[in-house]
């Protein structure tokens, strides 16, 4: 089956649409409520209608007041799958919208075969916490997917597996977009599923050479672009979070310095640009009119990794997904498929020697080196860098935690923090008598 037309919900900035640009998709709509984003897809894209809450869409697509669609891609909200949102999974408003995607999958389906049309591929991007959700919300995503009446009950769900199921079939994989081009360490879930027909394990998965071993490249900490010196101190970032723009100072990323930059002896954090690079965004996407930086670095954040979704989309295109590169009779496949009622399933780890030269871990076949000099921009704006002032609260905060922090980072920010005026040292320490007079 080709896909040619989309329909995005939770759509955040819209990846999917700068991802697949070259895919000749057309997007029917797309769905998202939140201010800002939605703000950058009317611009971005005007004539794509935005239907807003996610939870009116079946209705719309039964009145016929929207278009069914061959493709339907979504990330409902992860929050209640990661530790900031307290692993509250199907007890949490926001998880639920993970089964209100399926109502909308549902609904197109039904209207698709009214038409005779295949069943709906289905895309969905999500943190790799929602594998060991308490609530089992993967479960409950996935039985419901491929058709089984009873959810099937996984304490922790593999990083990949397929499940063929009476009504459709489903596969899934972590990958790391670091891997794709971008310096950024980004674990993500990704799952793929459609009709009886459609075998999305051959999208998601890869025919791989024999004991293909990746041996990574050093990139360089330190170096000089258009006449500035840089220094960064790790070659990829950690995961670019959501509250990046408010939080930057009390995260992890904070003390091992993977979101920092040295720039002409100065230290500051990553600019919106490079953010936006890091994604693999077009620089300036997110800068819109009236475009705060707090604004942009949260719609970034929460976004999805371009050049991953680019290479799904490339595979899905040329990839036969007719027949399973799965074959049957293999002893070790057999060992990890489970029967379930009128359907299986297959949990895969990156551990088993699958003996099948097929590569379902979080590395690709073919790797893009990337490095965080790419990214670099050399006209950061002056109120991302630190202040000796917020070099020194840093300092105090990783001492009062007694956190370990990245030796050169706490070399750096001892530097920069020793230019501290008297009067600011006088005045921190009135701070510090105070609060200790207050125990």
Same mark, same amino acid.
């Given at each position: 089956?080709?896909?040619?037309?989309?329909?995005?919900?939770?759509?955040?900035?819209?990846?999917?649409?700068?991802?697949?640009?070259?895919?000749?998709?057309?997007?029917?709509?797309?769905?998202?409520?939140?201010?800002?984003?939605?703000?950058?897809?009317?611009?971005?894209?005007?004539?794509?209608?935005?239907?807003?809450?996610?939870?009116?869409?079946?209705?719309?697509?039964?009145?016929?007041?929207?278009?069914?669609?061959?493709?339907?891609?979504?990330?409902?909200?992860?929050?209640?799958?990661?530790?900031?949102?307290?692993?509250?999974?199907?007890?949490?408003?926001?998880?639920?919208?993970?089964?209100?995607?399926?109502?909308?999958?549902?609904?197109?389906?039904?209207?698709?075969?009214?038409?005779?049309?295949? %069943?709906?591929?289905?895309?969905?991007?999500?943190?790799?916490?929602?594998?060991?959700?308490?609530?089992?919300?993967?479960?409950?995503?996935?039985?419901?997917?491929?058709?089984?009446?009873?959810?099937?009950?996984?304490?922790?769900?593999?990083?990949?597996?397929?499940?063929?199921?009476?009504?459709?079939?489903?596969?899934?994989?972590?990958?790391?977009?670091?891997?794709?081009?971008?310096?950024?360490?980004?674990?993500?879930?990704?799952?793929?599923?459609?009709?009886?027909?459609?075998?999305?394990?051959?999208?998601?998965?890869?025919?791989?050479?024999?004991?293909?071993?990746?041996?990574?490249?050093?990139?360089?900490?330190?170096?000089?672009?258009?006449?500035?010196?840089?220094?960064?101190?790790?070659?990829?970032?950690?995961?670019?979070?959501?509250?990046?723009?408010?939080?930057?100072?009390?995260?992890?990323?904070?003390?091992?310095?993977?979101?920092?930059?040295?720039?002409?002896?100065?230290?500051?954090?990553?600019?919106?640009?490079?953010?936006?690079?890091?994604?693999?965004?077009?620089?300036?996407?997110?800068?819109?009119?009236?475009?705060?930086?707090?604004?942009?670095?949260?719609?970034?954040?929460?976004?999805?990794?371009?050049?991953?979704?680019?290479?799904?989309?490339? %595979?899905?295109?040329?990839?036969?997904?007719?027949?399973?590169?799965?074959?049957?009779?293999?002893?070790?496949?057999?060992?990890?498929?489970?029967?379930?009622?009128?359907?299986?399933?297959?949990?895969?780890?990156?551990?088993?020697?699958?003996?099948?030269?097929?590569?379902?871990?979080?590395?690709?076949?073919?790797?893009?080196?990337?490095?965080?000099?790419?990214?670099?921009?050399?006209?950061?704006?002056?109120?991302?860098?630190?202040?000796?002032?917020?070099?020194?609260?840093?300092?105090?905060?990783?001492?009062?935690?007694?956190?370990?922090?990245?030796?050169?980072?706490?070399?750096?920010?001892?530097?920069?923090?020793?230019?501290?005026?008297?009067?600011?040292?006088?005045?921190?320490?009135?701070?510090?008598?105070?609060?200790?007079?207050?125990?």
């Amino acid at each position: 089956m080709k896909v040619r037309t989309v329909g995005s919900v939770c759509s955040g900035i819209e990846a999917a649409s700068v991802a697949w640009k070259d895919n000749n998709y057309k997007f029917n709509w797309f769905s998202e409520i939140a201010d800002f984003p939605s703000q950058v897809l009317k611009i971005k894209y005007p004539e794509i209608p935005n239907l807003g809450d996610m939870t009116k869409i079946p209705k719309l697509i039964k009145s016929r007041k929207v278009e069914d669609c061959d493709l339907i891609c979504g990330g409902t909200p992860c929050q209640a799958f990661s530790v900031a949102g307290w692993k509250k999974g199907l007890k949490d408003d926001r998880g639920n919208l993970t089964l209100k995607f399926v109502d909308i999958i549902e609904m197109n389906d039904l209207i698709r075969e009214k038409k005779n049309k295949n %069943r709906t591929i289905i895309f969905w991007e999500n943190v790799e916490g929602v594998l060991i959700d308490k609530t089992n919300a993967f479960g409950c995503l996935v039985s419901s997917l491929a058709g089984f009446e009873d959810v099937i009950q996984q304490k922790k769900w593999s990083n990949a597996g397929v499940i063929k199921g009476p009504k459709r079939n489903v596969a899934w994989r972590v990958l790391d977009a670091k891997y794709f081009g971008v310096p950024q360490q980004r674990r993500r879930l990704y799952l793929l599923a459609g009709g009886k027909d459609f075998c999305p394990e051959n999208v998601l998965f890869e025919k791989s050479l024999k004991n293909k071993v990746y041996h990574k490249m050093t990139k360089p900490l330190k170096f000089e672009k258009d006449e500035h010196k840089f220094e960064v101190f790790r070659e990829y970032t950690d995961c670019l979070y959501a509250a990046y723009g408010t939080k930057w100072n009390g995260n992890a990323a904070a003390y091992n310095g993977s979101l920092y930059v040295v720039q002409d002896s100065k230290i500051r954090r990553l600019s919106p640009i490079e953010c936006e690079r890091l994604m693999g965004f077009p620089d300036d996407y997110t800068n819109i009119n009236g475009a705060s930086f707090t604004k942009r670095y949260q719609a970034i954040g929460n976004s999805w990794a371009v050049p991953v979704i680019k290479w799904i989309g490339e %595979r899905l295109e040329k990839v036969d997904t007719n027949k399973s590169i799965f074959q049957n009779g293999n002893r070790i496949l057999e060992d990890c498929t489970n029967k379930y009622k009128d359907g299986e399933f297959i949990c895969l780890d990156n551990q088993i020697d699958d003996g099948l030269n097929i590569n379902w871990s979080e590395i690709p076949d073919n790797i893009q080196e990337s490095n965080l000099e790419n990214i670099i921009s050399t006209d950061a704006p002056q109120n991302i860098y630190i202040s000796p002032v917020g070099c020194n609260g840093i300092l105090r905060r990783k001492n009062e935690k007694n956190v370990n922090m990245n030796q050169r980072l706490e070399i750096v920010m001892k530097n920069i923090s020793a230019q501290m005026s008297f009067e600011e040292i006088e005045k921190i320490s009135r701070r510090q008598k105070r609060a200790t007079s207050n125990l």
